[in-house]
């Protein structure tokens, strides 16, 4: 059977959540360390019949996986050049972090989402850019004691990037043109590269559609820049990156050092955490499928996206949607990632 064929489950899965109108564009890519093994497209822009047709050049709103491509990353590179330890104590780089309940708090505990930070406020609603986010969030009450478990923060991830720009002496955005050179991914996209974005939401707080707009609210208020989120990008360029991790992971890149990447992609030792340092890690439960080693390690985004690598076998997988178009409001997607993570790792045996 030849390669293309072997991949026939997977692109049946994604067609028939695309019918169900789980999403209106999808594009996935299969690869190693040296190549790609497969990419497909499906849909259209949106679910008007006049809408472009999905290419493996549509932009999507990464959303949360800007965490481990950006944040991580910058944080790994500025740990390698010796501007900063994750044993640094918060209060180090962000003065208004203070109290009792959290001053030993780290930078990795930032990183493995076990500050004590609740998940989300819609701070964007009071604040605009850092000068008013950061102080809003360093003294919001925390929601558990620092350690004791890991909830998933964005909030917490706005804050490490405060961090790593006052390390780093530079826009977050800016630290990480280094690692992502001239590939499609980047903030607050070009206007040429709106014809082949794909629309997120109809957001009703500001009252448009999202094309090429940040679709979180709180990155939208912080110019488009967060460490939350704010990516956006192509599967080839997201692919490109996977790639690079892998390599990584084999000797030093311009990403990291290879004990570097190693220590980032280990899970956490926060009680009952499947997190990392910027990543997840793989669970027969999760969004990568029950297929997939032990070692793997990868993360999702709230409009539809996934990258997920495996370096047992030395496999990635890219899978990028805009299912929050036209709404969030809609059920079954979460059922889709897994089903597609596992048929392809069958496909590459």
Not at 118 to 133: D, G, M, V
Request: hydrophobic share 40%.
């Amino acid at each position: 059977m030849s390669l293309e064929r072997r991949f026939d489950r997977v692109a049946a899965i994604i067609q028939e959540a695309h019918e169900r109108q789980l999403f209106p564009a999808a594009v996935i890519e299969v690869g190693t360390s040296d190549d790609v093994l497969w990419r497909s497209s499906t849909g259209r822009l949106t679910y008007d019949e006049s809408a472009p047709p999905v290419t493996e050049q549509t932009v999507f709103d990464l959303a949360s996986l800007t965490k481990p491509v950006v944040t991580a990353s910058v944080a790994m590179r500025l740990e390698d050049a010796g501007r900063l330890r994750l044993s640094d104590r918060v209060t180090r780089w962000l003065p208004h972090w203070t109290g009792r309940d959290r001053s030993l708090v780290t930078l990795r505990d930032l990183l493995e989402h076990a500050a004590g930070l609740s998940a989300w406020l819609p701070i964007y609603r009071e604040a605009h850019l850092r000068a008013e986010f950061e102080p809003a969030i360093a003294r919001a009450p925390l929601e558990y004691a620092p350690w004791t478990q890991s909830i998933y923060s964005d909030l917490g991830f706005m804050l490490l990037a405060f961090a790593l720009e006052s390390a780093g002496d530079a826009p977050l955005d800016e630290q990480i043109v280094p690692v992502l050179q001239e590939s499609e991914l980047c903030f607050n996209p070009p206007a040429d590269w709106r014809p082949r974005t794909a629309p997120t939401e109809m957001d009703a707080f500001r009252g448009r559609l999202l094309v090429g707009e940040v679709h979180d609210e709180n990155a939208w208020a912080l110019g488009g820049v967060a460490g939350h989120a704010g990516l956006f990008g192509t599967a080839p360029a997201l692919g490109a990156f996977a790639r690079l991790v892998l390599r990584t992971l084999q000797r030093d890149t311009n990403l990291a050092r290879r004990e570097t990447l190693a220590r980032f992609v280990t899970r956490s030792t926060v009680p009952r955490s499947s997190r990392a340092l910027g990543w997840d890690t793989m669970l027969p439960t999760s969004s990568c499928g029950s297929r997939m080693s032990r070692r793997a390690f990868g993360h999702t985004g709230f409009t539809g996206t996934s990258l997920w690598i495996d370096p047992e076998p030395g496999i990635y997988v890219v899978f990028l949607t805009n299912r929050v178009h036209p709404s969030r409001d809609r059920e079954g997607f979460a059922a889709t990632r897994p089903a597609v993570h596992d048929a392809a790792m069958e496909a590459v045996g």
